[in-house]
C-alpha cells in the first residue's frame, strides 16, 4: 500500500514538472528565446542615433528579426549590440544599419539592417558557424556601419547644406540667368505674337472676299440641285443639240449647192444680165 502510494505521488510530481517546464517553454517561446532556434550578436556604430533605445526591434526588408540588446556610448560614436533571433538570415556584404522613423512626422525608432551585396545561391555557410567567410556575409559579434535617423529635421539639415553648397557654387547666380534668358524669350515671343495679329489684319479682307466666293458657290450648288433647274438644263441642251444638228444639215446642203455645176453657172449667168442691165440704164 504504500509502495502504491509512492509511486502516485512521483507520477504526480513529474506531472506537475513537466507542466511546469511546458509553461516555462511557452513563455520563453512568447519572448521570441527559442530554445532551438539560436541567435547570434552584430552590432553597429552610429554617429548620431537619437531615439533608439533598448528593446527597439530590429528589421531585414520589413520583417522583424531581432532586437536591441544593448547601448554603450564613447566619445567617438555610439555602439547599439543587436541580438538576431534568425540564425539563418544572411547579410551579404556590403551591409549596414539605419536607424529609421516609421513615419516622416516620427513615432516609433528602429533599425534597419540593409544588405547591398549580391546574394549567392545555395550559399551553405551560417553567421553562427566557427569558419563563416566574413568577406562574403557579416558573421557573428561582427561591427558594421551605422546611419542615423531619418525624420523632418534631418531632412531640412540636408535642404540647408544643399542651399549652401548652391550659394558656393553660385548655382543661385546660374538660376537668376535663367531666369533672365527666360525672360527675353517671353519678350521675344510677345513680338512674334504681334506680328501674327499684324498679318491676320491684312489678311482679313482677302479672308472676307473668299467667304464672299464661297457663298456665291454654294448658292451655285443649291440652284443646280434644284430639280426644276436640272429639267431646264437638260431642256436647254436638247435644243442646243436640235440646232447644231440642223445647221450641220444646212451645212452639208450649202456644200452640195456650192458644188453643183448649173446651180453655178446659173449664178454666174444672172449676175452678168444684173450686170448688163445696169449697164443700160447708167451708161
Not at 549580391?118 to 566557427?130: G, M, N, R, V
Amino acid at each position: 500500500m504504500t509502495m502504491k502510494r509512492s509511486l502516485k505521488d512521483a507520477i504526480v510530481g513529474f506531472s506537475l514538472l513537466g507542466g511546469l517546464i511546458v509553461f516555462s517553454g511557452s513563455i520563453l517561446w512568447l519572448r521570441d528565446f527559442r530554445i532551438s532556434s539560436g541567435t547570434w550578436k552584430l552590432s553597429a556604430n552610429f554617429d548620431n542615433a537619437r531615439g533608439l533605445a533598448v528593446g527597439s526591434p530590429v528589421t531585414f526588408k520589413g520583417i522583424h528579426v531581432g532586437t536591441i540588446e544593448k547601448i554603450s556610448f564613447t566619445p567617438e560614436y555610439i555602439q547599439a549590440k543587436m541580438n538576431i533571433t534568425n540564425r539563418d538570415l544572411l547579410l551579404f556584404k556590403p551591409t549596414y544599419a539605419k536607424v529609421v522613423s516609421r513615419s516622416l512626422l516620427g513615432g516609433d525608432i528602429e533599425v534597419s539592417l540593409v544588405s547591398k551585396g549580391k546574394s549567392i545561391k545555395d550559399f551553405s555557410a551560417l553567421p553562427t558557424d566557427q569558419n563563416c567567410p566574413n568577406e562574403t556575409i557579416v558573421c557573428q559579434d561582427e561591427i558594421i556601419k551605422g546611419y542615423k535617423v531619418e525624420s523632418i529635421s534631418s531632412l531640412t539639415e540636408e535642404l540647408n547644406q544643399i542651399l549652401s553648397q548652391a550659394e558656393e557654387q553660385e548655382i543661385i547666380h546660374r538660376m537668376v540667368n535663367s531666369i533672365e534668358q527666360f525672360d527675353r524669350t517671353q519678350e521675344n515671343l510677345d513680338e512674334l505674337i504681334e506680328l501674327s495679329k499684324e498679318e491676320i489684319i491684312r489678311a482679313k479682307p482677302i479672308i472676307i472676299e473668299m467667304q464672299k466666293t464661297m457663298l456665291h458657290i454654294n448658292n451655285i450648288l443649291e440652284t443646280i440641285d434644284n430639280p426644276e433647274t436640272l429639267e431646264n438644263i437638260t431642256i436647254t441642251a436638247d435644243s442646243i443639240r436640235s440646232i447644231t444638228q440642223k445647221i450641220d444639215t444646212l451645212s452639208t446642203d450649202l456644200s452640195d449647192l456650192i458644188n453643183n455645176e448649173e446651180f453655178t453657172n446659173a449664178i454666174k449667168n444672172a449676175a452678168i444680165g444684173i450686170g448688163k442691165l445696169f449697164n443700160d440704164i447708167y451708161p
